[in-house]
């Protein structure tokens, strides 16, 4: 009995998944958003109400599929649930909020453990000696293959798409002598990820980073990394800033801030 338990409230993932990072990131996400409720707060509701503007945009609605759904935070299950008869919650790490929303709605919510990457069992399989050039490339070349559960009618990249390569570019040996493998994997991941959503016939949404900022105290900016002109992204439908972590959450000398951005494709 206890078994069944804890199996219905902890995470489910593939095991070579906490060898990447993942569980690991999952957790941390968790923490930090327990921390931060109030800061995150506009961040989270500017997120849910761009995707249910995406599914006001479906012509039919019989499904919806949620990539990087984690736990959930900035996705509007509910309000899915009463538009969508079926409503597939997918990432490599399944939370256990995912699942309480599976519990809630039996048959209608269904969540499941899918990496949009395509990539990560075979990073996974050869990360002690997988070389500075061909991690990159094995993101590059990946086949994440058809939506889980088949085409939907809305698909929602629900602000992964930066971290699909990053978490498991760390993992890497390789990374230990080469600081920017990381980065060079989250592009490769990124850019792949954009042309799976392409390729899709569906409404499609995907929420995602314009822009990282460090702010002083005052609000001067101090930095700033532009990540959407990296991936060729046009001007977003909608655009807010998430107060990722406030001083000194990050630093105590600057406020990490995103400028976050929603695209809307499709009829």
């Known amino acids: 009995m206890m078994f069944d338990f804890l199996r219905a409230w902890l995470p489910e993932c593939p095991p070579w998944a906490r060898e990447l990072g993942l569980w690991r990131e999952h957790r941390a996400i968790a923490r930090r958003h327990a921390r931060l409720k109030t800061a995150w707060a506009p961040h989270l509701q500017a997120s849910r109400e761009a995707i249910l503007a995406a599914a006001e945009r479906c012509p039919q609605r019989r499904s919806a599929l949620v990539i990087g759904a984690g736990d959930c935070l900035d996705v509007p299950v509910a309000e899915l649930a009463a538009i969508f008869p079926k409503v597939v919650l997918a990432d490599i790490v399944v939370g256990r909020t995912a699942l309480g929303w ?33 991690a990159p490339k094995l993101f590059e070349h990946a086949e994440a293959g058809p939506p889980p559960g088949g085409e939907t009618d809305l698909v929602v990249s629900a602000n ?16 230990a002598k080469d600081a920017d493998l990381p980065d060079r994997c989250a592009k490769a991941a ?26 002083s105290a005052e609000g001067k900016v101090l930095k700033r990394e532009s990540l959407s002109a990296r991936y060729g992204l046009a001007r977003p439908d909608r655009q807010w800033r998430w107060n990722l972590a406030p001083i000194p959450e990050w630093s105590p000398d600057f406020h990490r801030v995103h400028e976050v951005g929603a695209w809307i494709y499709g009829p």
Request: charged letters at 20%; aromatic letters at 4%; glycine letters at 6%.
């Open 102 to 134: 599976a519990r809630k709605f039996p048959g209608k919510v269904e969540c499941v453990a899918w990496d949009a990457s395509g990539a990560l069992a075979a990073v996974a399989a050869r990360r002690a000696v997988l070389s500075a050039t061909e």
């Open 160 to 175: 992964c798409i930066s971290q699909l390569g990053l978490v498991p570019g760390h993992a890497l040996s390789a990374a």
């Open 190 to 215: 990124a850019r792949r990820h954009l042309q799976w959503l392409a390729a899709r016939p569906s409404v499609r949404i995907l929420l995602a980073d314009l822009e990282r900022l460090n702010l």
